[in-house]
């Protein structure tokens, strides 16, 4: 069965502190995307790669960074943690032939800031 | 870019009714709309989707909808069962970009 893996299922940093988010597929996927969860806010995006070491910004990028040196992961990393980063942090990955097809999520992390 | 909008936000329905869910979204260069459900602790799974060369598809109890000249595509579930219980969330992409999702709906089937 294929799989999107996520480190952490819940994670609990101090404000200030660098978080590191991974993902790891084993689907040979191309694309790979990080996403946040908020209630009442949906899914945004926040970064996506469509290759290895190559990164395009989603909608909310800002206080955010990835890092993709092998196919298989994409990291996702907080340079500077705020409480404002609380939030279920989603990690997909998709088949080629197209950005958008196939999406295969993981189970999420969710990331408490104090 | 792309703006997806989902409603209801909340959807009660007895076992059995139909439930439906409407999305409209702005780039009419968008050419892609799958629907994905949530269960509990999980992530998004992949349901239905349905291209824009396609008006409607089915796939037994659910159904997607698209109105094109609209801008607006449906999700449609029939018969429905305590186990639909979840969030749905719509989506929107041309090719080759990344999907923008609705905020989604929290299904509720009591029996």
């Known amino acids: 069965d294929v799989k999107v893996t996520q480190s952490s299922r819940y994670l609990v940093k101090r404000t200030g502190e660098k978080v590191f988010l991974e993902c790891v597929q084993d689907?040979?996927?191309?694309?790979m995307f990080w996403y946040r969860q908020d209630p009442g806010l949906g899914l945004r995006l926040i970064y996506f790669?469509?290759?290895?070491?190559?990164?395009e910004k989603g909608d909310i990028p800002e206080g955010y960074s990835v890092s993709r040196e092998k196919k298989e992961r994409f990291s996702l990393i907080l340079e500077s943690a705020s409480t404002n980063q609380t939030s279920m942090y989603l990690c997909?990955?998709?088949?080629?032939?197209?950005?958008?097809?196939?999406?295969?999520f993981g189970s999420g992390t969710r990331l408490t800031v104090v | 870019g792309e703006n997806v909008e989902q409603h209801p936000s909340t959807l009660s329905v007895q076992e059995g009714d139909s439930a439906v869910i409407k999305c409209t979204y702005s780039?009419?260069?968008?050419?892609?709309f799958p629907w994905y459900k949530q269960e509990l602790g999980k992530g998004p799974q992949l349901i239905i989707d349905?291209?824009?060369?396609?008006g409607e598809k089915k796939d037994q109890r659910i159904a997607v909808t698209l109105n094109k000249t609209a801008k607006h595509f449906s999700l449609h579930i029939t018969e429905t069962q305590p186990e639909d219980s979840a969030v749905y969330f719509c989506?929107?992409?041309?090719?080759?970009?990344?999907?923008?999702f609705g905020k989604g709906t929290t299904l509720s089937v009591s029996s």
């Open positions: 790669s469509y290759d290895v070491k190559m990164k």
């Open positions: 989506a929107a992409s041309e090719a080759g970009t990344a999907l923008i």
């Open positions: 689907m040979d996927h191309e694309n």
């Open positions: 997909a990955s998709s088949a080629p032939g197209g950005v958008s097809y196939g999406y295969t």
């Open positions: 780039d009419s260069a968008s050419n892609y």
């Open positions: 349905i291209r824009s060369n396609v």
